[in-house]
């Protein structure tokens, strides 16, 4: 059973920093992509970020390029979420997926072949 958890949300005032981890089993790491989504209330869910399976390559939407850092361990089966300067606009539940297509880094939720449950970020102004 494939599970993914995600961890390292909470309560950040704007300006500050947090890290997500998602912890993957049930499943070959390092044969997948890893993204992150993110959903803010009554918004649809958004991608953030994408790594590829070895962490050469990386994509990240604008929203957050220059202040969000995306980072794995294969080893560990973890990927990582570093946000710095962190915005109210960012405020949302974010969930890591795993996607078992290699070839293109994909940014659509259809896409993912597993989801995690979410963690709650809260950017207060």
């Not at 790491?29 to 918004?43: I, L, N, V």
């Not at 560990?76 to 880094?105: F, G, I, Q, W």
Request: charge should be positive; charged fraction near 20%.
């Amino acid at each position: 059973q494939v599970q993914l958890v995600e961890s390292g949300g909470g309560l950040v005032q704007a300006g500050g920093s947090l890290r997500l981890s998602c912890a993957a089993s049930g499943l070959t790491f390092s044969q997948y992509t890893m993204d992150w989504f993110r959903q803010a209330p009554g918004k649809e869910r958004e991608f953030v970020v994408a790594i590829s399976w070895n962490g050469d390559n990386t994509y990240y939407a604008d929203s957050v390029k220059g202040r969000f850092t995306i980072s794995r361990d294969n080893g560990k089966n973890t990927v990582y979420l570093k946000m710095n300067s962190l915005k109210p606009e960012d405020t949302a539940v974010y969930y890591c997926a795993a996607d078992n297509y290699r070839t293109v880094l994909r940014t659509t939720p259809r896409a993912m072949d597993y989801w995690g449950v979410g963690t709650l970020v809260t950017v207060s102004s």
